[in-house]
């Protein structure tokens, strides 16, 4: 398809385990980020990468939290040991270049939740 | 803290009538203002961006927001309000540097009454 692919779009799973959320940007974009929304609040940021390289991971709530984005297209969000209040909708998002003037195009997100 | 704010959850208007989502913003220097709106089941649309220059920006489906640096406001506004316009409306805004980091409003949730 021609937007931003995010799988799985559901992921239940529970305390203590490990959790790859996936995203497949528009092609050609160079920019991706994450962002993490929880209920009823806005999207809050977590990491930009630019190419293959992570140019802000200012957002990362702790060490628990990693990402890659090895060819500089698909990304993965890796989350160890989940806990209760990592439940929230993940958003992946991309962009031509990354400019910090330019849109987003957000994908659906993945909807995690941790019991 | 650079931040925006939504002061409304919830907006209720006629169809038909003049819509506006309020925002608010504290961000150092002359910032980047963005609105962007989620319909149910669908990811984050973009609808327009203010950076510099003209203090009205006009986006897409016929949405428009007033930069107002006195007010520190960037309200959205429709002339007239469609069904298919409720949605939730997300203000967003990044740092003057060209910072890629976006911090968004809570959202306002807009509803448009036949």
């Known amino acids: 398809g021609a937007g931003v692919s995010q799988t799985p779009s559901n992921k239940v799973t529970e305390k203590g385990k490990y959790v790859e959320l996936r995203c497949d940007p528009i092609?050609?974009?160079?920019?991706l980020y994450w962002y993490r929304q929880s209920l009823g609040q806005g999207p809050e940021f977590l990491i930009y990468?630019?190419?293959?390289?992570?140019?802000?991971d200012s957002g990362l709530p702790n060490d628990r939290f990693f990402a890659v984005r090895p060819e500089g297209s698909v990304s993965t969000l890796k989350i160890q040991r989940t806990e209760r209040g990592d439940s929230a909708v993940y958003l992946c998002a991309s962009s031509v270049s990354g400019q910090g003037t330019g849109e987003l195009f957000f994908g659906e997100g993945s909807r995690l939740t941790v019991l | 803290a650079q931040s925006v704010a939504q002061p409304e959850d919830q907006v209720n208007v006629a169809e038909g009538n003049p819509l506006t989502v309020k925002c608010t913003y504290s961000?150092?220097?002359?910032?980047?203002l963005f609105w962007y709106v989620q319909y149910p089941n669908r990811g984050l649309q973009f609808l327009l961006k203010y950076i510099t220059g003209d203090n009205l920006v006009k986006g897409s489906y016929g949405f428009e927001a007033e930069f107002n640096k006195s007010q520190t406001s960037f309200h959205l506004k429709k002339p007239s309000a469609l069904v298919s316009d409720s949605a939730l409306y997300f203000c967003?805004?990044?740092?003057?540097?060209?910072?890629?980091?976006?911090?968004f409003g809570t959202g306002t949730r807009l509803t448009v009454i036949p």
């Open positions: 967003a805004g990044s740092e003057p540097t060209g910072a890629n980091n976006l911090f």
């Open positions: 092609s050609g974009h160079t920019a």
């Open positions: 961000v150092s220097g002359n910032p980047y």
């Open positions: 990468f630019q190419g293959t390289g992570a140019a802000d």
